[in-house]
């Protein structure tokens, strides 16, 4: 759910920069920018679209004194840190919530298995929580 309100936030950002330019219907060119890529994607489309720098330095440094780890795995990309959310938020909402062979070799670390249940860690929701609202 954090996942899916910062993307609904980030539209709503999208949306009015769009509402701004004088767009024929800033509403569908939101939802464009927004569909079919990952964030690192939409990132860049965004920032071309809107003529504005969003470069990977500028959110290493909004993010540098947060603490992003995922699963077991150290991120310093935040980028990086918001895509795997954003896979972790798509497998439980329309993988029935377990994981496959893919998610269990990609976080080796936290000693998954396959057809188990994905269960989150009781910190990671709270790390998240920080990481979407304050900065």
Same mark, same amino acid.
């Given at each position: 759910m954090l996942y899916g309100n910062f993307e609904a936030y980030v539209a709503d950002i999208v949306l009015d920069g769009l509402s701004s330019e004088n767009v024929e219907d800033p509403y569908q060119d939101a939802l464009n920018l927004m569909v079919l890529s990952k964030l690192r994607g939409k990132v860049d489309r965004i920032g071309q679209r809107l003529k504005i720098v969003m470069g990977k330095r500028r959110f290493v440094n909004k993010f540098r004194d947060i603490e992003m780890n995922f =699963? !077991?795995?150290?991120? @310093?990309?935040?980028?990086? *840190? =918001?895509?795997? @959310?954003? /896979? =972790?938020?798509?497998?439980? #909402?329309?993988? !029935? !919530?377990?994981?496959? $062979?893919?998610? #269990?070799?990609?976080? +080796? /670390?936290?000693? =998954?298995?396959?057809?188990? +249940? %994905?269960?989150?860690?009781?910190?990671?929701? *709270? $790390?998240? $929580? %920080?990481? *979407?609202a304050f900065e």
């Amino acid at each position: 759910m954090l996942y899916g309100n910062f993307e609904a936030y980030v539209a709503d950002i999208v949306l009015d920069g769009l509402s701004s330019e004088n767009v024929e219907d800033p509403y569908q060119d939101a939802l464009n920018l927004m569909v079919l890529s990952k964030l690192r994607g939409k990132v860049d489309r965004i920032g071309q679209r809107l003529k504005i720098v969003m470069g990977k330095r500028r959110f290493v440094n909004k993010f540098r004194d947060i603490e992003m780890n995922f =699963l !077991g795995e150290p991120c @310093t990309d935040p980028l990086e *840190y =918001l895509e795997m @959310t954003e /896979e =972790l938020r798509h497998r439980l #909402v329309h993988s !029935g !919530g377990r994981m496959d $062979q893919d998610f #269990v070799d990609r976080f +080796a /670390e936290a000693d =998954l298995k396959v057809d188990e +249940a %994905i269960l989150l860690p009781h910190h990671m929701p *709270y $790390q998240m $929580q %920080i990481f *979407y609202a304050f900065e």
